[in-house]
Nanobody
């Protein structure tokens, strides 16, 4: 069992930056690849980015490439989503997830454990 808790969301203006954190507890954090997803009102949950167990490999959705980065600190059982140059279309609830056996999967259904989400709102 893994518990995930996101934090760091908020209301920002276009062009601003935010860093989301996802703190994990439970089974060995360093054994899991981690993913970040987001869901805007009326839309399906979509993959944002992810990082492998070691932190050396990352993958991102085309919509955030060059603006978002993902990192992890296995000593702190925490994964981060650094979001720069935010746009109004980035407004969503952001979730971290883990438990997929398919690498840094872009498919939400492959993840077992989810956090409760944190709201990010970008005003124009």
């Amino acid at each position: 069992q893994v518990q995930l808790v996101e934090s760091g969301g908020g209301l920002v203006q276009t062009g601003a930056s935010l860093r989301l954190s996802c703190a994990a507890s439970g089974r060995a954090f360093s054994s899991y690849n981690m993913g970040w997803f987001r869901q805007a009102p009326g839309k399906e949950r979509e993959f944002v980015g992810g990082v492998d167990r070691s932190g050396s490999l990352t993958n991102f959705a085309d919509s955030v490439k060059g603006r978002f980065t993902v990192s992890r600190d296995n000593a702190k059982n925490t994964v981060y989503l650094q979001m720069n140059s935010l746009k109004p279309e980035d407004t969503a609830v952001y979730y971290c997830a883990t438990g997929s056996t398919l690498g840094i999967s872009k498919e939400a259904l492959t993840y077992i454990y989810w956090g409760q989400g944190t709201q990010v709102t970008v005003s124009s």
